[in-house]
């Protein structure tokens, strides 16, 4: 098959990913493989790539928000059948024994594995996963539309729970890239009005197309206090504005797998009245559930730019850069 691996660590600009030819995976026996037609590329793509994450393996086939078709089940699968539409998200396995994972939180398992850094992701034409562990994709979402809710979906959609945020109150997105631009249309689902932050234009004005009440950047001065926030960017510079921009009990949560480091906060200025500031650690597969029946209800849309698996280094690049208006996705076959 072919796939877009990664043998070395190196900045983007360096075109460290290779395209190259492999043999195709076979399922384990608690394993399907899946076709791939479309992959989703992350931030963490890039943290990975980059080595701001330090990899457990190399070479590595990057890629954790994948769509396709099941072609292959290992003889302990009852779930899923050759010709399910699924999708495989960066939680890739947990050991389900744990305190962690007794007690819904099994995104904390210490053993854990995810896709696209334990074990080869979706930047390939096939690609195995644990059948417990793929999602089923709404018939009424293309392969392409639907990659970015594996990841950037999913992630803003437990930032939004753990934000704590309710229906009818003030919420702000530092931000406006993949996971924001899913997460704005939730909230206006909960019929929140939503403040938008960004330093581009064309995020802001997707912001305000999908329904941002105000856009500005992090140095405008803001209308309203707000009662929840999630910074999907990965600048701790942000969190002090962030924090002072809450009402009296606000929670500001941190969407990230990486931040840059965080600025000293003033006690009184940025934290009391109870404030709470939380991070965002993977996410759980009730989230994935939730959030893919959701989507089929609502109809999320998913604004993306499609590239080939050839040109993954140059669409990375876009994204690091901030070019990318939405999410990038690979379209694969």
Not at 50 to 65: A, D, N, V
Not at 146 to 169: T, V, W
Not at 228 to 254: N, R, T
Request: net charge negative; hydrophobic share 40%.
């Amino acid at each position: 098959m072919k796939a877009v691996r990664l043998s070395q660590v190196s900045p983007i600009d360096s075109h460290p990913l290779e395209i190259v030819e492999v043999e195709a995976p076979v399922p384990q026996a608690d394993q399907i493989r899946m076709r791939i037609e479309a992959c989703g590329l992350c931030h963490t793509d890039l943290h990975e790539i980059e080595g701001e994450l330090t990899l457990p393996i190399l070479p590595l086939i990057p890629g954790h928000q994948v769509v396709g078709r099941v072609d292959q089940v290992g003889p302990q699968v009852a779930n899923l059948k050759v010709g399910d539409r699924v999708g495989l998200a960066w939680l890739g396995h947990t050991c389900q024994q744990c305190p962690f994972c007794r007690s819904d939180h099994e995104n904390l398992c210490e053993n854990a594995q995810f896709t696209g850094f334990h074990f080869d992701g979706g930047y390939a034409e096939y690609a195995v996963a644990y059948a417990d562990f793929v999602y089923r994709i709404p018939d009424n979402i293309s392969a392409v539309s639907a990659a970015p809710l594996l990841c950037a979906g999913i992630i803003g959609y437990r930032s939004l729970r753990l934000s704590e945020i309710k229906p009818g109150q003030r919420l702000g997105l530092y931000g406006f890239g993949a996971s924001a631009h899913i997460a704005i249309q939730i909230a206006r689902h909960w019929g929140c009005e939503v403040y938008v932050f960004s330093r581009s234009a064309e995020h802001r004005k997707l912001a305000e197309k999908l329904g941002a009440v105000w856009t500005g950047k992090i140095e405008d001065p803001l209308p309203k206090k707000l009662h929840g926030s999630v910074i999907f960017a990965p600048a701790g510079s942000i969190v002090p504005a962030a924090m002072e921009h809450l009402e009296k009990a606000g929670v500001c949560a941190l969407a990230g797998i990486y931040m840059s480091e965080i600025p000293p906060l003033d006690y009184e200025k940025h934290l009391y009245h109870e404030k709470i500031l939380r991070s965002v650690t993977a996410s759980t597969r009730r989230d994935g559930i939730e959030l893919m029946e959701l989507a089929g209800e609502i109809g999320i849309e998913t604004t993306t730019q499609q590239f080939p698996l050839d040109q993954a280094n140059q669409a990375l690049q876009l994204l690091k850069t901030g070019k990318i208006n939405g999410a990038a996705v690979l379209k694969i076959s």
